[in-house]
């Protein structure tokens, strides 16, 4: 099992930054993709960004290239999600995501493990 835990949401103004940490504990070795998925209000849960934890390959939506950043720290068990830029549209209940799987489209069901979310809020 993993348990992952976020924190470092908020609210700020738009062009602002913020930064999310996902914490992860447990039998971490076993997952070769996380990430991070967003869902705002009445919306479908998206994939904002993912990295392989072997080679730390990264993917990102197009909608947040080149304004966010997923890294990872292995000796601290914690994934990053630096978010630059930020837009009214960024606003959503941000989640981290761990899979047993290689990081491929990303979908959320493909996705074995949770955080609780964290929220973030852009205002304009």
């Known amino acids: 099992q993993v348990q992952l835990v976020e924190s470092g949401g908020g609210s700020v103004q738009a062009g602002g930054s913020l930064r999310l940490s996902c914490a992860a504990f447990?039998?971490?070795?076993?997952?070769?993709?996380m990430g991070w998925f967003r869902q705002a209000p009445g919306k479908e849960r998206e994939g904002a960004a993912f990295?392989?934890?072997?080679?730390?390959?990264?993917y990102y939506a197009d909608s947040v290239k080149g304004r966010f950043t997923i890294s990872q720290d292995n000796a601290k068990n914690t994934l990053y999600l630096q978010m630059n830029s930020l837009k009214p549209e960024d606003t959503a209940m941000y989640y981290c995501?761990?899979?047993?799987?290689?990081?491929?489209?990303?979908?959320?069901?493909?996705?074995?493990?949770w955080g609780q979310g964290t929220q973030v809020t852009v205002s304009s």
């Open positions: 990295i392989s934890t072997g080679d730390s390959t990264t």
């Open positions: 995501a761990a899979s047993y799987f290689p990081c491929g489209i990303q979908l959320p069901e493909d996705f074995n493990f």
């Open positions: 447990g039998y971490t070795y076993s997952t070769y993709c």
